[in-house]
């Protein structure tokens, strides 16, 4: 009964959308704004009858109602109750639902707000959100329903279906069992909370493109609907980069590789819209300053709608082989074509007004801010492609020529690691420069090359200060004895980048201090306020040097050994001594199977640092998961696995072990990113009047907002 009631729930959702998409359609062709509202007020119902479902099916889910497909297919007796909930997103079609009830909230969310100023972007805004959300529950209802009983026919064969079959009847929970259970890999915390940070990031991305799309189609070629979803567009960028952290640290925890990203195609389909989103986020800038630009931000944001649909499609639809991926599904071809179709529609209505988004001002120099940031852009593209390429040419090969090629890590940290290493030099050096603000009577007084070498040299006065430690940085790796040249380049490049910042952070401080005649850190702490924007994004610099100290340590410092060990046997790496002391095997409570090392851990001068416990857990499904043990410091990783476990001698133990320097400095990193975007997120206070001593301190080549 409560499976048919969440079955209908989606029906009448699914139809209350088409009737929201039809009813704003009529109101803005016809001009009736009561149309309007209607239709606005039926995507508003969306939330609390997707509410309603997705409270159906988990109670399914904690109430073990195995004649339910799903959730004979996500849980089992045994499991806590706090897995059976969040096994709501732990299989395919569960996680369909969830994706339409997160859509739902954020389009509830910004059809709440005030639309005077805003009224002819209402209807499309709608539109756009209801036919997202019906896309989503149509794919529910008609291949993938999370309310799907198991039947049993005439012979006897139990099989589920979505629809009543004829001559058929519902199976008993004495006929079905006791469920198949979640899959060891999705019970870790960090993949309990991954999957909702991913899909609110993807989610988050539909509204500013639904502002894009009433933008071309209202002909409204200024900068507000920019500043309508800024915040929007922020908060997906925060969720999104948070969801690919957690991933990393799941597959830090759990894959057992000693490592946190494997360019699997899965994880780079979610990569890829958090590319564009991060150029877009930078190139509006630019647009709101210089009113330039508007063809590259409507390319970006239809981009990132694209791609955060070809992500889900790529996850869900069984056509690449990935650790992430969901099985093999009929879904594939309707993602494939509701890309397609909103993509050329997208296109189509960009052309359509490209003449109406002509820029209300010109690059003056190669060296302006606005000049860098597009060279950003540039290098986040190139990034895209590097990956889109790599995505899709095992797809392209398969097809051509009926072979899959694999593409690997190497690739990828070849094509695109020099541009990862351009992006943290710019990161850099941008806030050095200036908007291009030369009025038209000074331009035609200088020419080209004096423009450049006004830029030029603006930069080259405030580089020199910062850049002092930064070659210090490089002397001193370099008197340690390091000798890799790429290692040599990226750390200097962090140390450069940090110094900038650091730099940019004291010399604005310093000049609001002597205007204000205020304590240094109190000045600081104002400036901040007044402009979280900007401060927040140098926040978000400092994240991701932090983060780069610890890519550029694994990637490049990471050392391992592998062995098998007789208890008592030693083996050393990187300075540190572990002896391997015992093997346990035990049932746990939950009813899997455990086989537990003891390793203790020795620094060079033999002294006793901890001991390691890695583990080899087999659960009742008969599916194994290899829990590494780690030592942690923010110098390094002591990581330790237990390998090829099946069949080994009593005698001699497997282990494989990884020293990872500096890998907590990108888990740290992340903390300050994610800080310095809730910083920039949040609501600037209101400018306070600056004495003209100020305003004059801090007025040429000074940062912009």
Known sequence: MFADFGFGVLVITFLLSLYGISAALIGHFKKKQAWVESAR????????????????????????????????????????????????????????????????????????????????????VVIVSCVTIAFFLGLNIFFENPFAHFWVSVSGEIFPATFQPANARLVTLDEIGNGTGLNPLLRHPGMIIHPPMLYLGFVAFVIPFAFALAALVTGRTDDRWIRLTRRWTLIAWLFLSLGLVLGGRWAYDVLGWGGYWGWDPVEIAAFMPWLTGTAFLHSVMIQ??????????????????ALVIFGTFLTRSGVLSSVHAFAQSAIGPSFFIFIGVTFVISVALLIYRWAELKSEGQMQSMFSREALFLLNNLLFMGILVVCFWGVISPLISELLTNQKVTVGPPYY?????????????????????????TTLKNLAAQSNLQLEKRYALAIARLLWKPAVPALLVLIGLFASGIRDIYALIGLTLAALTTSITAYEFWRAARARSRAQQENFFVALWRLA?????????????LGVVLMALGIIGIEMFQTQTQKSMAVGENIQISGYTLRYDSLAQFPSEDGRQVTRAVLSVFDKNGALLGELHPRYDVYPSGEPMTIPGVRSTLADDLYVVLVNWEGVSEQTTPFKIYHNPLVNWLWLGAFVFIFGTLIAAWPDEERETIPAQARSTQAAFQPGD
């Open 288 to 305: 709101e300053k210089r009113g330039m630009l508007k063809h590259w931000n409507m390319i970006l944001i239809i981009l990132t709608y």
């Open 41 to 124: 007020l039926s995507m508003l119902l969306t939330f609390p009858l997707l509410t309603l479902g997705a409270l159906t099916l988990i109670y399914l889910l904690v109430t073990n109602d195995f004649t339910v497909k799903f959730v004979y297919d996500v849980i089992s007796f045994d499991m806590p109750l706090y897995l059976k909930i969040t096994a709501l997103w732990g299989g395919q079609s569960g996680s369909l639902l969830f994706w339409s009830w997160l859509m739902a909230a954020f389009a509830t969310a910004v059809t709440l707000r005030k639309w005077d100023r805003d009224r002819e972007f209402l209807p499309w």
């Open 413 to 437: 940290e070849r094509a695109a690691g020099p541009l990862f290493g351009a992006l943290l030099l710019l990161m850099g050096i941008a806030p050095l420069s200036a908007w291009g603000h």
């Open 529 to 541: 306020g007044r402009n979280r924007r900007r401060y927040g994004g140098y926040t978000i610099h």
